[in-house]
């Protein structure tokens, strides 16, 4: 990720919500391939809240985390050592994805990240091919092309049109509307409301993916935490195989 977007993740370090996390982990065990020793990456793996949670239902997958932010990983890093349940193969990598290096992987996680990097469509959905080994699947959570979103981001434009002092305002008002919720998590979401969403899932995005080889194979709606959040989908992409690999 790069652009202004990219230089804001990568300066910074963002906390995922419990319930969210959860959420995204259990739909993603209902599936994942049948399979103990799968090579999953977590795409914009934050502080590694999903791996070493996931990491304790697989404790034999070989498991990878890569974000942009070097702060979210050396978080990640901190917390791994430091989990007396984790076992098991767990690397984080500080990274832009695009510029990163992998060998295949069965599975790829995004939770709500694929809409935020910066960069060109067909690019992307090669380089999340050409990651996935063959039948591999991407499990991903992406806002809709849809009316709603589109107001959305039309607001999320005149919000960055204001001084960074009506962050401070947001917050303390969210904090009174959701006073059980964590002040840096307030904070962060906040934060959020300048990001400008860089593609959104629609027929255009779908026809992409199928150019590069990723058949869309489920497409189910996600349960929404904000009204001020975009609306999700829960997407499985797969891979296609081609007839020498079946």
């Known amino acids: 990720m790069r652009g202004e977007a990219g230089r804001s993740f990568e300066k910074a370090a963002f906390s995922g919500r419990e319930d969210s996390i959860r959420l995204f982990l259990d739909a993603a065990l209902e599936r994942l391939p049948d399979s103990d020793t799968l090579r999953i990456l977590d795409l914009g793996c934050g ?6 949670a996931l990491r304790r239902d697989r404790p034999r997958a070989i498991l990878t985390g890569v974000d942009i932010s ?53 690019r992307l959905a090669a380089k999340l091919a050409t990651d996935l080994a063959p039948g591999g699947v991407i499990i991903a959570t992406m806002p809709q092309d849809n009316l709603t979103n589109r107001i959305l981001i039309l607001q999320r434009h005149l919000w ?5 002092a009506a962050d401070s305002l ?26 400008i969403p860089k593609r959104l899932h629609g027929p255009q995005w779908t026809g992409q993916m199928q150019t590069a080889g990723l058949d869309l194979v489920e ?3 996600w349960p929404r935490a904000s009204i001020l959040k975009p609306i999700h989908r829960l997407l499985v992409f797969m891979r296609k195989m081609s007839a020498s690999e079946r």
């Open 47 to 52: 502080a590694g809240d999903l791996l070493l």
């Open 219 to 221: 497409d189910i709606k």
């Open 70 to 122: 070097p702060l979210n990983i050396q978080a990640a890093v901190t917390r791994a050592k430091a989990d007396p349940n984790g076992h098991g193969d767990l690397r984080f990598e500080a990274s832009d994805y695009l510029q990163a290096r992998f060998d295949g992987f069965d599975v790829i996680l995004a939770e709500s990240v694929l809409h935020l990097i910066v960069g060109d469509h067909d």
């Open 170 to 195: 947001a917050v303390r008002i969210a904090r009174t509307i959701h006073p059980r919720e964590p002040a840096q998590i307030i904070a962060e979401r906040v934060g959020y409301l300048r990001i």
């Open 160 to 164: 960055r049109a204001m001084p960074p």
